[in-house]
C-alpha cells in the first residue's frame, strides 16, 4: 500500500474561523455590525427609516460574507470579477499551428 497521506476534501475548513469566515470576512464583518449599533445608539428615534438606515452596513457586509457555491464568498466573486475585467487577459492558442511551433522549437533545440 502506498504510504502518503491523505487529504481530506474539506482540510481548507479547519482554517477558517467557524469553518466559514477568513480572519478578513469576519474583521469586515464585525466592523459592519459595531457600525451599525454605534448609529443605531446615535439615532435612538422612533423613526423607522433611520433604524433601517442604521443596520444597513451590517446587511451590507453580511451579504458579502454570504457564501456562495464553487467560490467563498459573495466579496471572492466580485473580487474574482473586478480582476477579470480590469487585469490584461492572455488567451494562448492552442490549434494546429501551436503544435507546429513546438516541433519546429524541437527541431532547432536539435541542431
Known sequence: M????LIPANSKKGTLI???FR???AIMFGSGILV???LLMLF???N?????LSCMPAAITGLLVLPVPNYHNV???????FEFYTERQK????????????????????K
Open 2 to 5: 502506498n504510504n502518503g497521506y
Open 48 to 52: 423607522v427609516f433611520i433604524v433601517i
Open 75 to 81: 466579496l471572492v466573486v466580485l473580487q474574482c470579477m
Open 36 to 38: 451599525s449599533l454605534l
Open 23 to 25: 480572519p478578513f470576512d
Open 44 to 46: 435612538n428615534t422612533g
Open 18 to 20: 467557524l469553518n466559514i
Open 91 to 110: 488567451f494562448e492558442w492552442k490549434g494546429w499551428c501551436f503544435y507546429e511551433r513546438i516541433a519546429n522549437e524541437g527541431k532547432n533545440a536539435k
